[in-house]
């Protein structure tokens, strides 16, 4: 299907009519505007071609497949069909420039600020992603979110404990499989949302297109370092170098092009600065997202740290924190409500900042705070999954039920 809408475009790949301030980027961005302009019309050759084997496979047998190769080699699967010796002859080969030990080495003690990264995956990077009315479409039209917004944050935070996990970026480790596992439900809404008419191509592009998927980066490294550091929560020169360098190989094995994979923290600001000023309106539905993840989430998160009569302060406090992390600007259109909360808290992440920064250079109480960070993610997870009802890990593995989702699919 993809190969279709290709085909039946104009080969000059106008820019999707969403997108906005489209001369001044190229005005300030040069090449590199046109580069992410032209990705709008691509999602990823790969995972797409196996997705459309799916059709003569069974979904349930294509998966099973998947999982077994993620697990066991492609070796593991005699009858694979050619699309998924393909796309693991790319995920098994992998580039010379990755170095997981020294990722997971300059990452050892990130676990110290597991209570603050909870806080700002939902009021930081799954927020900026909403406030783009095309690249949320798909939830949107997946109906993913509205169903259980709860159920979702849980699944991304699944997949992120396991990826930044000691060793989860090895070959055969639950975090290679969840991000191949990401990629080939990428595929598949992308296969779904471009049979549906109200799809608009002119307007949005390829669903999950290369452009949007690239940004992803910047919601999980740049954007959370940026916001923890906010809150008080500084990160060390090594531990951001680490954080750049492991999502430029998990971009590698979602199938972001190597002409969008943002290699450090320059590519990454660059990019985030090009989405920023392109990035098509908010609407009705990016709002909903908002008030969604608020209200089942962040909100009752916030109750869980507030003694019982100061809870009437927990969503005032998160409108405060979105506001900190997202800018007045994006704040505006999202209509997040103004609160004096704001500068509070910016002025307590200031005094935090300099607590933690002072203890980050006692090795023992690095060592400490890391300890207890790692029991604080084991408990919260189990306290997440226990109040949502998920046990799944993403969403092709949840129960059938509620809005159908095109990973779910027929498990035969």
């Given at each position: 299907m993809v190969a279709?809408?290709?085909e039946a475009r104009d080969d000059s790949r106008q820019v999707p009519t969403s997108l906005r301030r489209r001369d001044e980027a190229r005005r300030r961005f040069g090449a590199a505007a046109d580069t992410y302009f032209d990705a709008m019309w691509d999602g990823d050759?790969?995972?797409?071609?196996?997705?459309?084997?799916?059709?003569?496979l069974g979904h349930g047998r294509a998966m099973r497949m998947?999982?077994?190769a993620c697990r066991q080699g492609i070796e593991a699967v005699p009858d694979a069909p050619l699309s998924l010796r393909a796309l693991f002859e790319h995920l098994d080969a992998r580039p010379a420039w990755v170095d997981t030990a020294r990722i997971d080495h300059g990452s050892r003690h990130v676990p110290r600020y597991t209570r603050q990264a909870g806080i700002v995956l939902g009021?930081?990077?799954?927020?900026?992603?909403?406030?783009n009315s095309a690249a949320s479409r798909p939830l949107e039209m997946t109906g993913r979110y509205v169903e259980n917004a709860g159920a979702r944050t849980v699944e991304v935070g699944s997949w992120l404990v396991a990826v930044n996990a000691p060793g989860g970026l090895e070959r055969f480790s639950e975090?290679?499989?969840l991000t191949v596992r990401v990629r080939v439900i990428h595929a598949l809404v992308r296969a779904d949302l471009l049979r549906r008419p109200a799809w608009d191509v002119t307007a949005w592009g390829v669903p999950i297109c290369q452009s949007y998927l690239a940004y992803t980066l910047i919601e999980f490294a740049l954007i959370p370092m940026r916001s923890m550091a906010m809150i008080g929560a500084p990160h060390l020169p090594h531990e951001r170098a680490a954080s750049y360098a492991r999502w430029r190989y998990l971009g590698h094995l979602l199938g972001i092009d190597d002409r969008?994979?943002?290699?450090?923290?320059?590519?990454?600001?660059?990019?985030?600065?090009?989405?920023?000023?392109?990035r098509p309106v908010v609407d009705d539905y990016c709002r909903s997202l908002v008030a969604s993840i608020n209200r089942e989430f962040l909100v009752p998160e916030v109750d869980l740290l507030l003694p019982g009569p100061a809870q009437r302060l927990s969503l005032?406090?998160?409108?405060?924190?979105?506001?900190l992390f997202l800018g007045d600007e994006i704040a505006d259109d999202l209509q997040i409500p103004r609160t004096r909360l704001t500068t509070v808290i910016r002025g307590l992440g200031a005094v935090l900042g300099a607590v933690n920064a002072l203890?980050?250079?006692?090795?023992?109480?690095?060592?400490?705070?890391?300890?207890?960070?790692?029991?604080?993610?084991?408990?919260?997870?189990e306290r997440l999954r226990r109040d949502w009802g998920v046990q799944h890990d993403l969403v092709d593995a949840s129960p059938s039920g509620g809005v159908p989702h095109p990973a779910r699919g027929d498990q035969r």
């Open positions: 279709e809408v290709f050759p790969l995972a797409d071609a196996f997705v459309a084997d799916f059709a003569d998947l999982r077994t009021a930081a990077s799954l927020l900026s992603g909403y406030a975090g290679f499989e969008l994979l943002p290699r450090d923290a320059a590519d990454q600001e660059r990019l985030e600065a090009l989405y920023l000023m392109t005032p406090a998160v409108h405060a924190m979105e506001r203890l980050d250079r006692l090795p023992p109480m690095l060592a400490l705070r890391t300890r207890l960070g790692q029991r604080f993610q084991a408990k919260q997870m």
